[in-house]
């Protein structure tokens, strides 16, 4: 792995200081869950705003750095075993930056598994059929007539949400503790809102999931990381 400076993307997004983690990135859920966790550490960083049109995230400077063209990505100039490392996929990120720091995973290693589990929960299930919701609530798939695509991804959402119901019963946080795993699934819950998809999925049906929602949103660093990277006004 080459250093920063020597990366290609650094020619379209240059660092400022190369001796930090290097985040790209855009304010969607999934892009927020990194500059929430960098925040929550406590991480030095640099962050590069990284739009999500097709001259940033297929320019071959990004390409270099995640070859399926999705933010968020980073570059730890400070690695394993003190090595640069490059690395996409935000479940992925949040994992490392936790056991690169030994914070938010838990302190066991049953507790450090069940955490990876309800980041896993979010990856393959909420914001996947979350995202669809949203494309078939407000974006060019509100447009289709047939009202099947929309129903499948409504019915799946509040399947959803009530695990995640059940699963907050009595605890603040998604595993007992504020973990990455809350970091994962938080801002996904936001964009319902977003989505205009609220009403959709009966949201007050879910008063666990609100409480729980309105507790991550009061965090200072969760305020810090929804606007970052800023977006030019």
């Known amino acids: 792995m080459t250093t ?24 969607t859920p999934n892009g927020v869950k990194v500059s929430i966790m960098l925040e929550e550490i406590g991480l030095p960083y640099e962050a590069h705003l990284v739009t999500l049109g097709d001259a940033d995230v297929k320019s071959p400077e990004f390409l270099a750095l995640n070859p399926n063209n999705k933010i968020p990505a980073i570059i730890d100039p400070d690695g394993p075993e003190g ?13 490392y930056l936790a056991e690169k720091t030994g914070k ?6 049953a507790e450090k598994y069940e955490v990876i589990q309800w980041v896993m929960f979010q990856m393959a299930g909420v914001g996947p059929m979350f995202g669809q919701l949203g494309f078939f609530t407000k974006f060019a798939g509100a447009e289709i007539e047939d009202s099947r695509p929309r129903e499948r991804y409504q019915n799946e959402s509040k399947r959803l949400l009530s695990v995640l ?24 819950l936001r964009a319902l ?10 949201w007050e049906r879910y008063p666990n999931v609100n409480a729980y929602l309105e507790r991550f949103l009061a965090r200072p660093a969760v305020q810090v990381g929804l606007i970052t990277p800023a977006i030019p006004e």
């Not at 400076?5 to 304010?27: G, K």
């Not at 090595?83 to 994992?95: C, M, R, T, V, W």
């Not at 938010?104 to 290693?109: C, E, F, H, M």
């Open 4 to 27: 920063v400076t020597d990366h290609p993307i650094n020619s379209r997004w240059a660092a400022q200081d190369p001796s930090v983690l290097q985040l790209y990135a855009f304010p």
């Open 83 to 95: 090595s640069p490392l490059s690395l996409f996929e935000s479940g992925a990120i949040l994992i």
């Open 193 to 202: 809102d977003y989505y205009g998809a609220k009403d959709a999925v009966g």
């Open 165 to 188: 119901e059940k699963q907050l019963e009595g605890r603040d946080w998604i595993t007992g503790s504020y973990s990455i795993a809350d970091i994962a699934t938080a801002p996904w």
């Open 104 to 109: 938010l995973i838990g302190s066991t290693a």
